[in-house]
């Protein structure tokens, strides 16, 4: 099944067009991977998905649910109620955390799905346990956000982001904020996620990982997709210009 | 912080004695103008004084604090005119002296309305301008606190799902009182030293009792013992806002 479809979305800031026309879809148990030089619109497209922007034309649905349509060439949103409940399907993990300041990372964890899904506190503080623990956080729970390394936040972070139960999670460079040796810790997480058939979709520039982990690659630039296929053919053999300059770039 | 309030009891003590005592030594008499007796039944006096500041001082809190939550709201409101009008008291509320706001909403409904002026509504007009002049900088307080919560805190409680007043109320609001809180100690501690402006509406606090009595006895103590009250005061609220301060603090813990 179809977790996520993208059609012909198009975004504009101003004058400056930073998606033109892109489409891409996730199936479920996916792990999707990201790539492009900066500036070519990778975080917009997950801030479209996730309708932190309004995308002004294309189309977007989670499970065969439509949260905006197109109509005459523009974006329609579907109506608050309707939204309210897609927005259940997704995550986000930030690439800065965005923490809670003023919460334990117990409370990061569980208000949400206590105050907004209205679930059981019981039952989400010992779901909440178990994914603290499984990130190997588990004996931080009292601790406040600042009292953390910046990898253990950002493993908060997906804990929070996990605690809602989310079909599809994404990510938007999880470890462009970290020391080197931090960074591995959170990859060790996705991996651990990707074996547990997490759906994901992650904007990157950690090639290797992308490769190891990875289903499909989708390579942006300037606004558009210009390559997307399974790692190995885009990373190590990949047919476009630009991926190749970009990848030599990094290789470098 | 246990040891600051300590020293500040010391240091308030030792003046208390010192005063009496160093007039004596300086050959103040016993009785009258000067003497020990005279000094406390000039704190017994300028003691309804005090009562009056305080209560001027707690009641223009209570008001203007949710007064200035107000304002705040209305500053930053999506219909145009509102936010005008909101920009426009909180700039004229600071632009203008206290004092004459004092006076404007004292004497206001006596030139308007012909309605006789009463030494109730003396009280009232006190409360009621210092509540509005305070609501004001209380409100941009307020605006400076909002603005200092990053963007980022609305995306990730948008994400997770929560509503518009649950994001303000659980997320935005205790981050903005910790971040806001050194300047409303600031702003209240210029309150406690304002609340002598009263006396431009000839409204009997502190301030304007010691200054009768200095007046009546020519002796400059009384205002000294103001002034004292006045250090004693801001003493107490800075002590106290700092203990709030460090409970807040979430970065300390
Ligand atoms: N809110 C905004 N207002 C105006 N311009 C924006 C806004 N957000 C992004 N842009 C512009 O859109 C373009 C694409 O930005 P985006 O953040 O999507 O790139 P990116 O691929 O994520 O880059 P990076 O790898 O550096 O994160 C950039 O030129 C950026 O300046
Ligand atoms: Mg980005």
Request: with cysteine; glycine share 6%; net charge neutral.
């Amino acid at each position: 099944m179809k977790l996520l479809e993208i059609n012909n979305i198009k975004k504009s800031f101003g004058d400056l067009e930073v998606l033109k026309d892109i489409s891409v879809s996730v199936e479920e148990g996916e792990v999707v991977s990201i790539l492009g030089p900066s500036g070519s619109g990778k975080s917009t497209l997950l801030r479209c998905a996730t309708m932190l922007e309004t995308m002004d034309a294309g189309t977007l649905s989670y499970c065969g649910e439509e949260a905006v349509r197109d109509v005459d060439g523009r974006s329609v949103y579907a109506s608050k109620h309707d939204i309210k409940r897609i927005m259940n399907y997704f995550g986000l993990v930030f690439q800065n955390f965005n923490l809670f300041p003023h919460y334990t990372v117990m409370k990061n964890v569980t208000d949400a799905p206590i105050h907004t899904q209205k679930r059981d506190k019981a039952e989400v503080e010992q779901e909440a346990k178990a994914l603290l623990d499984q990130m190997g956080i588990g004996d931080k729970l009292d601790y406040y956000p600042c009292q953390l390394s910046g990898g253990q936040q950002q493993r908060v972070a997906i804990a929070r982001a996990l605690a809602m139960n989310p079909k599809i999670l994404f990510f938007d460079e999880p470890t462009s904020a970290l020391d080197p040796e931090l960074t591995s810790e959170i990859l060790k997480v996705l991996r651990l996620l990707a074996s547990e058939k997490m759906t994901m979709v992650i904007v990157t520039h950690e090639i290797e990982f992308a490769r190891n982990v990875s289903d499909r690659v989708v390579f942006m630039d300037d606004g558009y997709i210009v390559e997307q296929g399974r790692p190995e053919d885009v990373i190590d053999n990949p047919e476009n210009e630009r991926v190749k300059a970009f990848l030599n770039k990094l290789s470098k | 912080m246990k040891k600051q309030s300590k020293s500040i009891i010391a240091a308030a003590v030792l003046i208390g004695l010192l005063i009496p005592s160093t007039m004596t030594a300086c050959g103040f008499e016993n009785t009258g103008t000067g003497s020990l007796g005279w000094f406390f039944d000039v704190i017994v006096q300028l003691s309804a004084g005090m009562w009056a500041s305080l209560e001027l001082f707690f009641l223009t809190l209570i008001f203007s604090m949710p007064l200035g939550l107000l304002v705040c709201f209305m500053r930053r409101s999506r219909i145009k005119i509102v936010g005008i009008i909101a920009t426009i008291y909180i700039s004229i509320m600071r632009g203008t002296p206290l004092m004459l706001q004092l006076l404007v909403v004292y004497f206001g409904p006596y030139f308007l309305f012909k309605t006789p002026l009463s030494t109730e509504y003396r009280f009232y007009a006190a409360i009621i301008g210092f509540s509005l002049n305070y609501a004001a900088y209380f409100a941009e307080i307020y605006r400076s606190g909002i603005q200092s919560v990053p963007q980022g805190q609305y995306e990730a409680a948008k994400v997770l799902g929560y509503t518009h007043s649950q994001t303000f109320m659980k997320i935005i609001f205790p981050q903005m009182i910790r971040n806001i809180l050194p300047a409303v100690t600031n702003e209240i501690i210029t309150l406690v030293k304002d609340t002598s402006l009263a006396f431009a509406i000839a409204f009997v606090e502190m301030f304007t009792l010691a200054k009768q009595i200095s007046a009546a006895d020519s002796n400059i103590m009384p205002l000294f013992v103001a002034g004292l009250f006045y250090y004693i005061f801001n003493a107490v609220v800075s002590s106290t806002m700092r203990i709030i301060e460090n409970k807040l603090d979430y970065t300390k813990r």
